[in-house]
């Protein structure tokens, strides 16, 4: 008995595990845009973003003088994101791809998508 209650355990720990997460991949026509692909790969299998944003990840400012004593603001930016949307119409949804060093480290979803798909093959 305790050996099924354990098996039963042991399968529903694994099953959840793919349930947990955000999605790591898109379809655009009969091929799949993942997280690792490249911004070219992207525009190659979707086609140009409906838009394109850039952000800054802790970002500092600062400010300093130079040696002839003028005062000089200084911004600094850890990491530079570019986040890319799709919006894949009436039928699909609108994604968000994030990227950082020219790869996508994240996938996601912003709801329905509206009007004329801008994916590639949809």
Same mark, same amino acid.
């Given at each position: 008995m305790k050996t099924n209650m354990t098996m039963i355990f042991l399968a529903s720990i694994f099953f959840l595990s793919? =349930? @947990?997460?955000? =999605?790591? =991949?898109?379809? $655009?026509? /009969? +091929?799949?845009?993942? &997280?690792?692909?490249?911004? @070219?790969?992207?525009? =190659?299998? $979707?086609?140009?973003?409906? /838009? %394109? *944003?850039?952000? $800054? &990840?802790?970002?500092q400012e600062y400010t300093t003088t130079n040696r002839y004593g003028k005062i000089k603001h200084v911004k600094k930016c850890d990491r530079k994101l570019e986040t890319w949307?799709?919006? $894949?119409? *009436?039928? +699909?949804?609108?994604?968000?791809?994030?990227? !950082? !060093?020219? %790869?996508v480290i994240n996938i996601a979803t912003e709801g329905r998508g509206k009007g004329r798909s801008d994916c590639l093959g949809k």
């Open positions: 793919f =349930a @947990t997460g955000e =999605a790591f =991949a898109f379809r $655009c026509g /009969s +091929d799949l845009v993942s &997280e690792g692909d490249s911004k @070219t790969q992207v525009t =190659a299998t $979707c086609g140009h973003p409906t /838009s %394109k *944003d850039k952000s $800054c &990840e802790n970002s949307t799709y919006n $894949c119409g *009436d039928n +699909d949804f609108i994604y968000r791809l994030t990227f !950082d !060093d020219g %790869k």
